[in-house]
């Protein structure tokens, strides 16, 4: 009787062991403060996944570049170090030229037009090709429309612009932009801006307001200029291998949830903006509404000129015609 209850107590405990190792935990990393939406969306995608699949997933957030900037949580997301990353997709452009085309200046005229695009073939064309790189994408979360901050003036027009140290992100097409309007373009990490507004080694940088508002630029910026020159799409990604090695079952629940969320987190993103451009002026931010935004149109004509000689217009023919 004593054998038959140790043997009872050893089996007990193998079920109990292959219960726990059956769970797989998996890491995702963001760059933004915990007070933005990207973090707001990680939750949820967090919270449905792990309910969705019982358990059997469990997710670790962890927020604002703790694991890395954009460039070291790709090459973790990569290499598997990291299961998930959501950067923007201007960060991949030097790996898949044609989803550079997302960054162009005035490349999406509004939202429903972006969705359309990241959403239908041209965005499914860049999150398929992100397979050779050893990443499955599951969608574009969205930042917003990129809106210039600085110190100096308003920016009403693209002279305004002439002379600005301007901290830049890694999209060609917007340094090309910044080049050709005459401000001074440096490429410096979002976790290094706020001390480098601060210190003067620039005076001017191009976010989103829910960025601008996350990281409080507002303590060191004083004028906001709603420019809306450039839509700035993330993308959410994830291990291969690792999305590879779950269950079909799993597999479908990361990829219905990330749809979830990314359209929960879109929503957001539109529904707050008015309140976040108005507690961006609580904190004295002067927001400047009158922007010729035809002129800037104009003036950024050899941006595009220079992508299609470079990558050809084959994406952006692409672009178009998802957008109508």
Same mark, same amino acid.
């Given at each position: 009787?004593?054998?038959? #209850?140790? +043997? *009872? !107590?050893?089996?007990?405990?193998?079920? &109990?062991?292959?219960?726990?190792? %059956?769970? $797989?935990?998996?890491?995702?990393?963001?760059?933004?403060?915990?007070?933005?939406?990207?973090?707001?969306?990680?939750?949820?995608?967090?919270?449905?996944?792990?309910?969705?699949?019982?358990?059997?997933?469990?997710?670790?957030?962890?927020?604002?570049?703790?694991?890395?900037?954009?460039?070291?949580?790709?090459?973790?997301?990569?290499?598997?170090?990291?299961? #998930?990353? +959501? *950067? !923007?997709?201007?960060?991949?452009?030097? &790996?898949?030229?044609?989803?550079? %085309?997302? $960054?162009?200046?005035?490349?999406?005229?509004?939202?429903?037009?972006?969705?359309?695009?990241?959403?239908?073939?041209?965005?499914?064309?860049?999150?398929?090709?992100?397979?050779?790189?050893?990443?499955?994408?599951?969608?574009?979360?969205?930042?917003?429309?990129?809106?210039?901050?600085?110190?100096?003036?308003?920016?009403?027009?693209?002279?305004?612009?002439?002379?600005?140290?301007?901290?830049?992100?890694?999209?060609?097409?917007?340094?090309?932009?910044?080049?050709?309007?005459?401000?001074?373009?440096?490429?410096?990490?979002?976790?290094?801006?706020?001390?480098?507004?601060?210190?003067?080694?620039?005076?001017?940088?191009?976010?989103?307001?829910?960025?601008?508002?996350?990281?409080?630029?507002?303590?060191?910026?004083?004028?906001?200029?709603?420019?809306?020159?450039?839509?700035?799409?993330?993308?959410?990604?994830?291990?291969?291998?690792?999305?590879?090695?779950?269950?079909?079952?799993?597999?479908?629940?990361?990829?219905?949830?990330?749809?979830?969320?990314?359209?929960?987190?879109?929503?957001?993103?539109?529904?707050?903006?008015?309140?976040?451009?108005?507690?961006?002026?609580?904190?004295?931010?002067?927001?400047?509404?009158?922007?010729?935004?035809?002129?800037?149109?104009?003036?950024?004509?050899?941006?595009?000129?220079?992508?299609?000689?470079?990558?050809?217009?084959?994406?952006?023919?692409?672009?178009?015609?998802?957008?109508?």
């Amino acid at each position: 009787m004593k054998n038959f #209850f140790k +043997m *009872v !107590g050893i089996a007990s405990t193998i079920a &109990f062991c292959s219960s726990v190792s %059956a769970q $797989t935990t998996l890491k995702l990393a963001h760059a933004a403060p915990e007070s933005d939406l990207q973090q707001t969306m990680s939750l949820f995608f967090k919270k449905e996944v792990e309910a969705r699949t019982n358990g059997d997933i469990k997710i670790n957030i962890f927020p604002q570049g703790q694991l890395g900037n954009d460039k070291q949580m790709i090459d973790g997301t990569r290499s598997g170090i990291l299961d #998930f990353s +959501m *950067v !923007g997709v201007n960060n991949y452009s030097g &790996f898949l030229p044609e989803s550079a %085309a997302f $960054t162009l200046p005035f490349i999406f005229p509004n939202r429903e037009t972006a969705y359309k695009v990241l959403d239908g073939a041209p965005g499914k064309e860049v999150l398929t090709s992100m397979e050779k790189l050893g990443v499955k994408g599951l969608g574009y979360p969205e930042s917003g429309y990129r809106n210039v901050t600085n110190n100096r003036q308003p920016i009403r027009k693209p002279e305004d612009l002439v002379g600005l140290q301007m901290r830049v992100n890694s999209s060609k097409a917007l340094n090309d932009m910044f080049n050709e309007l005459k401000a001074n373009p440096q490429q410096i990490p979002v976790a290094e801006l706020y001390s480098a507004l601060e210190t003067g080694v620039v005076d001017a940088q191009d976010h989103p307001i829910g960025v601008t508002l996350s990281f409080k630029f507002y303590e060191v910026q004083k004028y906001l200029s709603l420019t809306q020159h450039a839509y700035s799409p993330l993308v959410l990604t994830m291990n291969l291998k690792k999305f590879n090695k779950l269950s079909a079952e799993n597999q479908k629940i990361i990829l219905d949830v990330s749809k979830e969320a990314v359209d929960m987190q879109r929503k957001l993103s539109i529904a707050k903006e008015d309140e976040m451009i108005a507690e961006l002026e609580s904190h004295g931010m002067k927001v400047n509404r009158d922007v010729d935004s035809d002129a800037f149109l104009e003036a950024i004509k050899p941006v595009w000129a220079s992508f299609i000689e470079e990558n050809g217009d084959s994406m952006i023919k692409k672009i178009e015609a998802a957008a109508k």
